[in-house]
């Protein structure tokens, strides 16, 4: 339908301003308009304006949110479109004091947060404002046109819980690294506490456009969360955020194994096991003549020290050991040894165990010890003491260089005091080598022998005299610290002995893991 209008040219120049044209009547919709003359009216001028557009909408107004589902405490921009100038009022519908506009944010008011306002639509008939939720639930926000009547449009917006759920290991062994990590709807950063602690490697962790976070914590650091450093149960909690979940904290452990048992000089074996709450382990190896004797890989003589790295995911190590092919044959002591879950070495927790290059090293555990002259039994003494009251742990075993070498007693009859005691033995030593002797009962030791080998057997004879009646234990050791053990029952001529426990008696096994002072004693037998 097309409509015309008359008017003069001053009456023309008078048409600005609201409600210059009235537009009642007029369909919704886009027009076009032109201005021409009437060349009766115009001295014979016949000249028209370029075609111009005009949209004709309904008085109304209109509200939209950019999003109708968020999490507590997210901000939801609203856009509202009205007629230019009208005055408009803006709330929630019931008003809640659980929705509200933060001031100065989009077009809000910006003198104070507030739960409504009035505002007027500016030039393009369109204003964005910002709300925000502090409460789940299902909220209306209004917008009301106060310049007609009964004009007003709404929104709907749904507020769920601000959660997280988390994604980690049901159990982690302390010194262990692993990751915190989850899901959370908070579209921004999450902070966990972990038995309501705060640390800093947990706070403010970003959560990325998948929604997911996660954080590697070192629970043998110095800044790890203490909960992680002791076992049992352990909360992780979101703060200000739904969600939590446990984690059990338990002790690292050690175990170990040998490829063999024995090898020759220039082939080679391996070490293996698992190290729990451990990053690497470190690795010794004592020679049968003690700290000083071969060293199993060089021509060194010196005790074997290397170390190896563990697997983070499956805990274990691997170590492959090259036997030198010009060392001493005989029983080699291979000890493992894991700083447990601090990570530092001994009772007052250093950052090595050892320096080979410096054995008094004062940054290492082993430096406040004189190792050089040491047999394989005080090795295990002197890190039996380095590891108690402590964390650290440690697996013992032995592997036999070459031929066997033996070294054996004869069975002794009981025998009366004051008779003589004659002690007999085989040894694989060679001809001339030094084995030493004793005879030692529970109050009282004969004066100790040294004995020679001479076509692989050995001899030497004691005086019981004076010797109080009981069980006595006879002692052989060779320069490579193996010993041999028998027992003896001297008693005094005329009385039957009734009194006396004479079963086999001997070391106890060193082989295995060990949490604490390793202790070497003999078994008393009276």
């Not at 929104?155 to 994604?167: G, L, M, T, W």
């Not at 921004?188 to 996660?214: H, K, P």
């Not at 060089?298 to 492959?320: A, G, I």
């Not at 082989?511 to 037998?525: E, L, P, S, V, Y």
Request: hydrophobic fraction near 35%; charge should be negative.
């Amino acid at each position: 339908m097309v409509k015309s209008l008359q008017a003069t040219v001053s009456a023309l120049k008078s048409f600005t301003g609201s409600g210059a044209i009235d537009t009642t009547g007029w369909d919704i919709g886009d027009h076009t308009f032109q201005v021409k003359t009437k060349p009766d009216y115009a001295c014979g001028l016949d000249v028209s304006s370029a075609t111009n557009a005009l949209s004709i909408i309904k008085g109304t107004i209109t509200i939209e949110a950019d999003t109708t589902e968020v999490t507590e405490l997210t901000v939801v921009q609203l856009t509202v479109t009205g007629v230019l100038g009208h005055t408009i009022t803006v709330k929630s519908d019931p008003l809640s004091k659980n929705a509200y506009f933060p001031a100065g944010l989009d077009d809000n008011p910006r003198g104070e947060e507030t739960l409504w306002f009035n505002a007027t639509i500016d030039d393009d008939g369109t204003r964005t404002y910002a709300v925000e939720f502090n409460a789940t639930g299902f909220y209306t926000i209004r917008v009301t046109d106060c310049d007609e009547v009964d004009s007003y449009d709404t929104v709907d917006i749904s507020v769920i819980e601000r959660e997280v759920v988390f994604d980690v290991p049901s159990t982690v062994v302390i010194g262990d690294r692993f990751h915190v990590k989850g899901t959370s709807n908070t579209r921004r950063t999450v902070t966990i506490a972990v038995n309501g602690e705060v640390v800093q490697a947990l706070s403010q962790i970003v959560i990325d456009e998948n929604g997911e976070f996660s954080e590697e914590i070192d629970t043998s650091a110095c800044d790890a969360p203490a909960a992680f450093k002791v076992p049992g149960l352990v909360t992780l909690t979101a703060c200000g955020v739904v969600g939590s979940t446990t984690v059990f904290m338990v002790r690292p452990w050690l175990t170990g194994s040998l490829s063999t048992d024995s090898v020759e000089p220039g082939d080679e074996f391996t070490i293996s096991g698992t190290a729990a709450g451990s990053q690497q382990v470190d690795i010794l190896i004592v020679a049968p003549k003690g700290y000083s004797g071969s060293n199993i890989e060089t021509d060194q003589n010196k005790m074997y020290y290397t170390s190896t790295s563990v697997t983070q995911t499956e805990h274990t190590f691997y170590k492959t050991i090259s036997v030198c092919d010009d060392l001493d044959n005989g029983r080699y002591l291979v000890m493992v040894l894991s700083p447990g879950s601090d990570g530092v070495w001994g009772k007052t927790g250093y950052p090595r165990l050892y320096n080979p290059n410096a054995i008094r090293d004062s940054d290492t555990a082993l430096g406040e010890y004189t190792l050089d002259i040491k047999t394989q039994t005080e090795m295990l003494e002197i890190l039996g003491d380095m590891i108690a009251l402590s964390d650290d742990l440690i697996w013992v075993n032995y592997v036999t260089v070459g031929e066997q070498e033996t070294l054996t007693l004869d069975p002794i009859a009981d025998m009366v005091s004051g008779d003589t005691l004659v002690v007999t033995g085989d040894s694989s030593m060679k001809e001339g080598s030094v084995i030493w002797l004793t005879v030692k009962g529970r109050y009282f030791e004969i004066v100790p022998q040294a004995a020679y080998v001479s076509d692989n057997t050995f001899n030497a004879t004691f005086d019981t005299t004076g010797a109080p009646p009981g069980i006595y234990t006879v002692q052989a050791m060779d320069g490579y610290g193996r010993t041999a053990t028998i027992k003896v029952l001297i008693y005094t001529e005329g009385v039957v002995p009734t009194s006396f426990d004479t079963g086999a008696g001997s070391y106890p096994s060193i082989m295995g893991t060990h949490n604490g002072t390793i202790t070497i004693q003999r078994r008393q037998w009276w």
